[in-house]
């Protein structure tokens, strides 16, 4: 607790310092969440059944400074994230109390607007197929006529700074190690909704010390839309290019994937009604000489409480998204569809239907990942702050036999609440 007080207090600091000797407007943002959880059966084997109880939490600060007319400085905090008396570790293993993961400068031109620095990246369109995070990034926004055009650079890893110089030598600086992202995108306002295409090409020459390079492209036009009574969102992604561009003459193997999305809801008075799919493609393990692996659902897109949920396997060690992430190339359809309804205007309770299976397996794997049902309550405590608490049943499909037909899978639920801030 003693270090979290002296990176309050020390934010406090900068804060007033700033305010009267530069007369830096700030605005401090950020939110808080801690979340209990129980787990009925985490294994989803009749065999060897056990349970998880546990709570996990996260502060964040998000300081913006506006040091003048068009010029500004954002930073983020995450601090204390984790499961209640875990102690966790930052990326140079020492104990993290706040782990400062964003800092960048944004200035306005004459030409458009510029971000410099740790920011957000991962995220593009819908939630479907995104992991929002921080990434290293210059990313230039301007306007032309209803259009906002979007160039960025992104540096995903750095393979030469601690290279010696030496053309025969297998780290020699004259290589190309790095890892960069580059990408375009537009973005089309129209009378009740919103169009984009992004355009990606990632070069990951990080791996050539194994003699190849991944070359990856993308293609992922998205819209949000509102049409009288009904809402609409959709998706599609496309991905293509060399995953392994061999220097020798071992064969390249291509990428090929595919991914889809679609959300689709209405107001019925009080009540909201819909349903959302999605699908990414599988690898097909027939082809050696191409990676068909779509985009993933992503660790932001989680329509259930158990299948396929990210926070389970982040901070419960969730054996069901362990497999999950182990086997990610075998795909996904994920079909949901669910109900809300506001009983007053602090108050509400859903529920929701999923089923989900996997798209490729081996021959030996069942696809058929299983049925599970929702329920959630929430309650506005204040305008800033909520309270839910949701309770889940999973009827756990063959899938989880991962390929061993003596295997046998047993079902699962879980009772979870939840209280977030924003500010």
Do not use: C, H
């Not at 306007?143 to 290279?163: D, S, Y």
């Not at 809801?265 to 050696?288: E, L, N």
């Not at 389970?312 to 795909?331: F, H, P, Q, R, V």
Request: hydrophobic share 40%; aromatic share 14%; net charge neutral.
């Amino acid at each position: 607790m003693k270090k979290l007080f002296a990176a309050i207090l020390a934010l406090g600091l900068i804060i007033a310092v700033s305010g009267t000797a530069s007369a830096v407007d700030v605005k401090l943002g950020g939110s808080y969440y801690v979340v209990g959880v129980y787990n009925d059966n985490p294994s989803l084997n009749e065999n060897t059944p056990y349970s998880r109880a546990y709570f996990y939490q996260r502060i964040r600060l998000e300081p913006v400074f506006k040091i003048a007319e068009g010029l500004t400085f954002t930073a983020r905090m995450d601090g204390m994230e984790g499961n209640w008396q875990t102690p966790r570790t930052n990326l140079n293993g020492n104990l993290a109390n706040f782990d400062w993961e964003r800092g960048y400068v944004t200035f306005n031109t004459g030409i458009g607007k510029f971000d410099v620095g740790y920011m957000s990246g991962g995220a593009w369109g819908t939630l479907w197929a995104d992991s929002e995070g921080t990434r290293p990034r210059i990313k230039y926004t301007t306007k032309a006529g209803p259009l906002t055009l979007l160039a960025i650079f992104e540096q995903n890893a750095e393979g030469n700074v601690a290279r010696t110089y030496a053309p025969d030598n297998a780290n020699a600086m004259n290589a190309d190690r790095d890892g960069s992202a580059y990408y375009l995108a537009a973005l089309y306002p129209f009378k009740g909704g919103i169009s984009g295409l992004l355009y990606g090409y990632v070069n990951a020459a990080n791996a050539r010390a194994a003699g190849y390079r991944t070359v990856k492209q993308i293609l992922y036009p998205y819209m949000k839309a509102t049409f009288g009574p009904v809402y609409v969102e959709a998706e599609l992604n496309y991905i293509f290019g060399k995953k392994q561009e061999w220097e020798n003459a071992t064969p390249d193997v291509d990428y090929q994937g595919y991914g889809a999305y679609l959300l689709v809801s209405t107001k019925v008075g009080p009540a909201t009604i819909g349903g959302q799919v999605g699908w990414s493609k599988g690898d097909d393990p027939a082809t050696a000489d191409k990676d068909e692996t779509g985009p993933g659902k992503g660790a932001d897109w989680n329509p259930a409480l158990i299948l396929d949920n990210d926070d389970l396997g982040t901070w419960g060690g969730y054996d069901l998204n362990t497999k999950e992430s182990a086997n990610s190339a075998k795909g996904l359809l994920l079909l949901n569809i669910f109900a809300n309804y506001s009983v007053t205007p602090k108050f509400s309770v859903g529920a929701a239907l999923t089923y989900a299976k996997a798209d490729k397996v081996p021959a030996n794997w069942d696809k058929d990942k299983g049925t599970e049902i929702d329920f959630t309550a929430t309650y506005k405590l204040y305008d800033n702050l909520t309270y839910m608490v949701g309770a889940g049943y999973l009827f756990a499909g063959d899938y989880y036999k991962s390929g061993v037909a003596a295997a046998k899978v047993d079902n699962d639920y879980i009772l979870m609440n939840k209280l977030t801030l924003n500010f």
